[in-house]
């Protein structure tokens, strides 16, 4: 049973850093990994989508990187603003054909 | 257009009502997804339909029943809920490959309270 874990559970920086935000899954037979932002109360936007052949996808200050073969994701927030608090979710699909939520990363930029 | 549509937004009912979620896509996406998501913890797969057909079912009681009219259109029917199924319901869509499978794009979710 696929089991993901994000580390940290929160964290709180001052605008203008860079940071990295992890995941780990259990099993590496996955198909690709999704990274998500959550804003509270709201539906999930979808940052970055890597395939299981890729090592690393960017979009814009998001870099995303994956190593299956040691089942672990990071996700890179260059330059970090007020506008890039929320919730942080990493999702790796699966064989069964899910993807599986990791419990997430709760992020705070300060002014 | 990578717009997933729900309504309503927000539903309160009480446990002896029926009533109905609804999602719509237009992207051309042949897979379509439930999710109920409790406060502080991540979304959990109920459903998931390809083609219109039912191919995931994780287990969910009875009193959610859902359906997919056609390829743009997911409903979730919901009877003689219990105050425990008070939660966000997000709808999601996405390419549908067989095993391979492309983004998933979630709507923006129905707040349900069920007194």
């Known amino acids: 049973k696929q089991e993901v874990t994000q580390i940290p559970a929160a964290l709180s920086v001052p605008e203008g850093e860079n940071l990295v935000l992890n995941c780990s899954f259990t099993?590496?037979?996955?198909?690709?990994l999704q990274w998500f932002r959550q804003d509270p109360g709201k539906g999930l936007t979808s940052l970055l989508l890597i395939q299981s052949s890729q090592r690393e996808q960017t979009s814009g200050r998001l870099n995303a990187s994956l190593d299956k073969s040691s089942g672990r994701s990071t996700l890179y927030i260059a330059a970090s603003q007020p506008g890039d608090s929320a919730t942080y979710l990493c999702?790796?699909?699966?064989?069964?054909?899910?993807?599986?939520f990791g419990q997430g990363t709760e992020l705070s930029v300060k002014p | 257009d990578t717009e997933v549509t729900q309504t309503p937004k927000h539903l309160v009912m009480g446990m002896t009502n029926k009533k109905s979620l609804k999602c719509e896509q237009h992207m051309g996406h042949r897979a379509m997804y439930w999710y109920k998501q409790k406060a502080k913890k991540p979304p959990e797969l109920m459903f998931v339909y390809s083609y219109e057909k039912l191919s995931i079912n994780e287990s969910v009681p009875s009193r959610f029943s859902p359906e997919c009219p056609n390829s743009s259109l997911l409903n979730l029917h919901l009877h003689a809920l219990q105050p425990e199924d008070s939660a966000l319901y997000l709808c999601?869509?996405?390419?549908?490959?067989?095993?391979?499978?492309?983004?998933?794009?979630f709507g923006p979710g129905t707040r349900l309270l069920v007194l």
């Open positions: 099993d590496s037979a996955i198909y690709n």
């Open positions: 999702a790796p699909y699966n064989q069964g054909g899910k993807l599986i």
């Open positions: 999601a869509s996405s390419q549908d490959r067989g095993f391979y499978q492309e983004t998933q794009y």
